[in-house]
């Protein structure tokens, strides 16, 4: 079975950090590439940022929202992704999921459960 | 960079039809939008992507042959038919823009579909 399961959420304080990681399984990890999206409380989804594949030198973009503060990895050879937050702030309050990119489209076909973050004194 | 519009929300009756709309910005009217379900308490579910031609791809896994997709000009319609309860959702419509260090991804707003 195809899955996505992301960890490491929980609250922390403004300026703080966390990272949290989303394990791959029942699919070729390495050979995708992988996104992180946010879900403020009530709100719509937003992109965070994106990791390439070995393929395409694991390069990274970000939404401009956390360019700067927040840093995308990967580790093909443990089916990892990792996004690394610092500065954090209390906008970046949300639910974070991964999604699996379909290689011939695009899309965001594979979808994790989400792990809550909360930024708050 | 495209905006992408939907309104808030849609009601339809237990098994009637509705259509969502996302509405790209001015300058788009080429561009592909995926469709995303989350059910509440969820994560998204990819539905389809769509362009003026039609589905792009194939439909998200388990996705029923109620839902179809529809691109006209700046907008790309989702359409269920025979709604049934598991269809209460808040329906996503997103796009990719530029290449390379210049990608981005946009989200519109989100669509809750009450069922009635």
């Known amino acids: 079975e195809v899955q996505l399961v992301e960890s490491g959420g929980g609250l922390v304080q403004p300026g703080g950090s966390l990272r949290l990681s989303c394990a791959a399984s029942g699919f070729t990890f390495s050979d995708h590439y992988m996104d992180w999206v946010r879900q403020a409380p009530g709100k719509g989804l937003e992109w965070v940022g994106r990791t390439r594949n070995k393929a395409n030198s694991y390069t990274t973009e970000y939404a401009a929202s956390v360019k700067g503060r927040f840093t995308i990895s990967r580790d093909d050879s443990k089916n990892s992704l990792y996004l690394q937050m610092n500065s954090l702030k209390t906008e970046d309050t949300a639910v974070y999921y991964c999604?699996?990119?379909?290689?011939?489209?695009?899309?965001?076909?594979?979808w994790g459960q989400g792990t809550t973050v909360t930024v708050s004194s | 960079q495209p905006v992408l519009t939907q309104p808030p929300s849609a009601s339809a009756s237990l098994g009637a039809s509705v259509t969502l709309t996302c509405t790209l910005s001015s300058g788009y009217s080429n561009y592909q939008v995926d469709w995303y379900q989350q059910r509440p308490g969820k994560g998204p579910r990819f539905v389809m992507r769509?362009?003026?031609?039609?589905?792009?791809?194939s439909k998200g896994d388990g996705i029923p042959d109620r839902f179809s997709v529809l691109g006209s000009g700046l907008n790309r319609y989702l359409t269920i038919k025979n709604i049934q309860e598991e269809d209460e959702s808040d329906y996503h419509c997103?796009?990719?823009?530029?290449?390379?260090?210049?990608?981005?991804?946009?989200f519109g707003g989100g669509t809750k579909l009450t069922v009635l």
């Open positions: 999604a699996r990119i379909y290689s011939s489209f695009g899309y965001m076909d594979v």
């Open positions: 997103g796009a990719d823009h530029g290449s390379g260090s210049n990608f981005v991804w946009v």
């Open positions: 769509v362009g003026t031609g039609g589905i792009v791809g």
